[in-house]
């Protein structure tokens, strides 16, 4: 058997049709943290630059992520799990909250900074405006994953800027293992309503791969 055709039996049997595909997240997740270098081996700009990149992905792009996964769903549960979230980024003002943590941080984007993560950034672009539904809203809680757990990094960051403002990174590590579970459960209503066989892991796991990539741009761009 092809490690794609074991990836589809998992997503198809018994278990959780969520499990395998939290499990390839969570891996992820922890690779990616395992990678990044000590904040204490960063010279200042590039400390800045870390911060300044992750404010031009989130800042003017969450939202419009989540947006794409609210349209794009087909269940009432994810429409609802999504819509609380939204409601929360809108109401709590999460945009102007990371705006005020990058200034803070001496972190403002610049337009080096918007231009140091474009490529990949659109790239993501172009796959959330498919609205592919299940592969978009698993995209989000690996997102949102892997936000909750970059927080002590991100603030560790921001420490060394000299900075005091820490609301968004506290709120952040905490809301999103929330989010997270939450989100998987979304994942797990949309597939239900796919005809079976369900697609390969390897493709569900498209838009997981393509924002890990963003991401790897935003701490290790040189």
């Known amino acids: 058997m092809t490690p794609e055709q074991q990836q589809s039996t998992l997503v198809t049997s018994g278990r959780s049709r969520t499990a395998p595909l939290q499990e390839h997240i969570d891996r992820a997740i922890e690779d990616l943290l395992a990678s990044f270098p000590e904040p204490d081996q960063l010279a200042p700009d590039e400390r800045r630059g870390i911060i300044a990149r992750y404010t031009v992905v989130l800042e003017g792009n969450f939202i419009y992520w989540m947006t794409a996964a609210y349209l794009s769903g087909a269940s009432g549960e994810a429409h609802s799990i999504i819509q609380d ?21 001496h972190a403002v984007p610049t337009d080096s900074d918007a231009l140091a993560v474009y490529r990949n950034l659109h790239n993501v672009r172009l796959f959330v405006g498919r609205l592919a539904g299940p592969k978009i809203v698993l995209m989000m809680a690996f997102f949102e994953g892997f936000i909750t757990r970059f927080m002590p990094y991100l603030a560790e960051l921001a420490r060394r800027q000299g900075s005091a403002e820490y609301e968004y990174t506290d709120v952040h590590g905490v809301c999103d293992v929330v989010h997270t579970q939450e989100l998987f459960r979304a994942v797990d209503a949309e597939l239900t309503l796919m005809p079976a066989p369900l697609p390969p892991a390897t493709e569900l796991l498209e838009g997981v791969g393509l924002l890990r990539t963003l991401i790897e741009n935003i701490v290790h761009h040189s």
């Open 85 to 105: 979230n939204l409601l929360e980024e809108v109401r709590d003002n999460h945009p102007g909250m990371l705006r005020k943590f990058a200034i803070a941080a």
